[in-house]
């Protein structure tokens, strides 16, 4: 199999690279990233020595040429802006990457017949929910922010080329992703990074707002499993089961770190509480039984184990 690895660079599009190179030693992988802040080329497994394309998705000539030369079979699309705190300050590149660099994606996979575009979206898409329910592939669409709206409008032109252009695509779309290799503005980052500074940890609002905490090696091993097992034209929910507020996470991390540094310092003195994010979210949860019943996946990683893996390696990385 030949994939077009879109974002391969990033946090989850690394990650999902060094998974599949490793478990599909006969596939052939090429990455393209246009190497913003967020990606790093330390990120992936060199071993098989990666053919990576230095490249954004938006120039929609070269890209056409990129498809030409290589012939590419599968088109696994990562690649994305995705802080919300980003798109509040500047939306329009987030519609520039994430709608129409996707439809420049979709036009060249429609030119030349690929076997399957999978598109790899957010559960923020769907907007909030309050302190019930979950998300499922039957809910409907609510973004709320720039980011999530774009997102948004990406899936709906994915399953559209779909309908109207018989397109082989998938969608899959997850709760919060954590674990090695996510950038330092992230939430989880931040927290350990700031404790290990001495620096104020943010917490926006009063920390009640909830999400479902999804490790990342188990979000590669589902769409491992969607790739390979998945229906054409579906969508699948990839949750961790792991509900928790932001607050209680924040106390965890200050206590564990706390605990393995062995010093005086009580990193719960450096949570300060800061304005509401505009729009924020109050709670997420993801209901990923279908993906459960039809394919066989379930989270693997305790969310413990997957704390601790995590924290142990921003520990190594900043402090090191």
């Known amino acids: 199999m030949k994939i077009l690895i879109t974002g391969g660079l990033g ?12 478990k599909y030693p006969d596939y052939e992988l090429i990455i393209l990233d246009c190497e913003t802040y967020a990606a790093n080329v330390k990120n992936i497994d060199n071993g098989r020595s990666a053919r990576v394309i230095k490249f954004d998705i938006q120039d929609r000539d070269r890209l056409f040429k990129l498809f030409e030369t290589y012939g590419f079979e599968t088109v696994i699309h990562f690649a994305a802006e995705s802080h ?43 907007g909030h929910l309050g302190p019930t329910g979950s998300f499922d592939e039957n809910t409907p669409y609510d973004p709320r922010s720039p ?8 899936d709906h032109f994915v399953r559209a080329y779909h309908h109207t252009f018989g397109l ?9 992703n954590f674990g090695p290799n996510q950038h330092e503005e992230k ?12 620096s104020p940890i943010p917490v926006y609002g009063n920390g009640t707002n909830v999400r479902d905490w999804l490790y990342v090696m188990d979000h590669v091993d589902a769409i491992d499993a ?4 998945g229906k054409v034209g579906e969508t699948y929910c990839i949750g961790g089961g792991n509900e928790m ?7 965890m991390i200050c206590d564990r770190i706390d605990y393995i540094k062995e010093w005086e310092q009580n990193s719960q003195d450096l949570i300060t509480f800061v304005e509401d994010r505009k729009g924020h979210d109050f ?12 394919i066989g996946w379930e989270p693997k990683t305790n969310f413990d184990e997957a704390l601790d893996k995590t924290i142990d390696y921003y520990l190594k990385k900043f402090v090191d």
């Not at 980011?147 to 990406?154: C, D, E, I």
């Not at 939430?187 to 500074?197: M, S, W």
């Open 226 to 229: 969607i790739l390979h097992k």
């Open 147 to 154: 980011y999530s709206a774009s997102k948004a409008s990406s």
């Open 283 to 294: 709670r997420y949860s993801i209901n990923y039984n279908k993906l459960t019943d039809k």
């Open 11 to 22: 946090f989850i599009g690394s990650n999902f690279y060094n998974h599949i190179s490793e």
């Open 168 to 176: 082989p695509v998938i969608i899959s779309n997850c709760s919060n």
């Open 84 to 126: 919300v705190d980003n798109s509040i300050l500047n939306p329009l590149k987030f519609v520039q990457t994430n709608i129409i660099g996707t439809i420049n994606l979709l036009d060249a996979s429609v030119k030349y017949g690929i076997n399957l575009f999978y598109h790899i979206s957010t559960d923020e898409v769907f």
């Open 245 to 251: 507020n932001n607050i209680r996470l924040v106390k």
């Open 187 to 198: 939430l989880i980052p931040t927290i350990i990074k700031n404790i290990i500074n001495g």
